[in-house]
């Protein structure tokens, strides 16, 4: 099945300092997803793009969507030790019926306090 | 709201033997709920997508005599681990879609880590 890909697959950052990381597609999408991880449990829906818009914002959390370019961005600003986990992009895939995501590789943050 | 438990969170078991996951959405009815499968450090791998009242959807390349899915009530579905061996082990999540509002969105519970001995 075709994936996303995401990048960088891991990040160090210091707390304080934003932190961006990016996603690519193969396929025309519904709209495009981030979750993230804590290590050993589920996922959390963090925020959702449509096709249609190409930018989103929730809190610290900025979103860029460019379908031309089958690409994604997830900034978080100010980051926060709490912000340590996963991040994971998944994409809602025009082809796909009843609500199947396709998830990236996913990219490891790690924020230094 | 949309909460999803899973049960239990962590299993220990010998090989040969089978083992059931329990999936529930607490608070909302989930007509479809998925399971995944993700190895250490790597991303989710969807295994099959499970509907209320009907057969489970399974993906390519997995074995639905081996992992059996049920999902008999609009909040319980479960994934039966048949004849499990070492190479069975894994973390397990299951995800629900949500309610209306948030149709497009899936919950997640929180996993369950599988060794099988």
């Known amino acids: 099945s075709q994936q996303g890909e995401e990048d960088p697959q891991a990040l160090s950052i210091q707390e304080g300092e934003n932190a961006t990381m990016n996603c690519s597609y193969k396929?025309?999408?519904?709209?495009l997803q981030w979750y993230r991880q804590n290590s050993g449990r589920g996922l959390v829906h963090l925020i959702l793009i449509r096709s249609n818009e190409r930018e989103k914002h929730s809190g610290r959390l900025r979103v860029t969507l460019d379908t031309s370019k089958k690409s994604s961005s997830l900034l978080i600003t100010a980051s926060r030790a709490a912000d340590t986990a996963s991040y994971f992009c998944?994409?809602?895939?025009?082809?796909?019926?009843?609500?199947?995501?396709?998830f990236g590789q996913g990219t490891e943050l790690s924020v230094k306090p | 709201g949309a909460v999803v438990s899973q049960h239990p969170s962590r299993v220990i078991c010998k090989s040969g033997t089978s083992v059931k996951i329990e999936c529930r959405s607490l608070d909302f009815q989930a007509t479809t709920m998925f399971w995944y499968r993700q190895f250490p450090k790597k991303s989710l791998m969807l295994m099959a997508t499970?509907?209320?009242?009907?057969?489970?959807?399974?993906e390519q390349g997995v074995e639905k005599d081996k992992f059996l899915i049920n999902h008999a009530s609009l909040t319980l579905s479960t994934l039966t681990v048949t004849s499990a061996h070492p190479e069975d082990s894994s973390f397990y999540i299951c995800s629900a879609l949500g309610p209306l509002l948030a149709k497009n969105i899936q919950y997640f519970g929180a996993g369950t880590r599988l060794s099988v001995l």
């Open positions: 396929t025309s999408i519904n709209n």
């Open positions: 998944a994409t809602d895939a025009i082809y796909n019926q009843g609500g199947k995501l396709i």
């Open positions: 499970s509907n209320e009242g009907s057969k489970a959807t399974y």
